[in-house]
């Protein structure tokens, strides 16, 4: 069954460092999604991407972040210069269209020291 | 403003109880999904759905849309289905707006 893969499954990084998380969506979805959840809170929205760019993006997605799809299969999500409160899961997502299901990958736990 | 609100928080069941978690959703979502999370965080998804009901195994989810409530349940519970069950709406583009989750314990 097709799914989508996020590496690494565990990054830890010193304050300030650039990060890049990795997603492979499943290969005949349009639409990614990066979500983030905090230990112990609900999963919350990033950012949306459809045909090539940004189609929406929540007020924690702000300068530090950015998405891109490099190739014909990666999606990636860089932060510039990490803090302590951005520790947490990330989670890429993918889906065919905008009306259907969308599919998880298994996170990606960022630890920033 | 939580535009999704699920019920309960926690839940602990025998093995073999039927169990039900609802999740009432606002304005503006137009189907639900249904998610699992286990303790080491990967998420699945087990239902979307957008009117009537939809079975898979012992697992059964209802959908309101009058009422904009929604119902997951699960039959013949067992220690394997302990893991946190989140429900979620999508926007107008797509993205989800996720539930507090209800952390579901099943002792045999």
């Known amino acids: 069954e097709p799914e989508v893969t996020q590496t690494p499954s565990h990054q830890v990084t010193q304050m300030g460092q650039e990060v890049i998380l990795r997603c492979v969506p499943i290969s005949n979805h349009l639409y990614f999604y990066w979500y983030r959840q905090i230990l112990g809170q609900k999963v919350e929205f990033l950012v949306s991407?459809?045909?090539?760019?940004?189609?929406?993006k929540s007020e924690i997605f702000d300068d530090q972040f950015s998405v891109e799809r490099p190739d014909g299969s990666n999606f990636t999500l860089k932060i510039r210069s990490t803090k302590l409160e951005d520790s947490a899961m990330y989670f890429c997502?993918?889906?065919?269209?905008?009306?259907?299901?969308?599919?998880f990958g298994q996170g990606t736990r960022l630890t920033v020291v | 403003k939580n535009e999704v609100e699920q019920s309960p928080q926690n839940l602990t069941a025998q093995e073999g109880e039927f169990i039900t978690i609802n999740c009432s959703y606002s304005v503006g979502i137009s189907a639900l999904h249904w998610l699992q999370q286990h303790p080491g965080g990967g998420i699945v998804s087990l239902f979307m759905l957008s009117s009537g009901k939809k079975k898979h195994g012992r697992l059964i989810a209802t959908i309101n849309i009058q009422e904009k409530h929604s119902s997951l349940h699960i039959t013949a519970s067992h220690p394997r289905d302990s893991a946190v069950y989140i429900c979620a709406g999508p926007r107008s583009q797509g993205n989800l707006i996720f539930g507090k989750g209800t952390k579901l314990s099943v002792k045999p």
């Open positions: 997502a993918s889906r065919e269209d905008g009306n259907t299901e969308a599919f």
């Open positions: 991407f459809y045909n090539n760019e940004i189609s929406e």
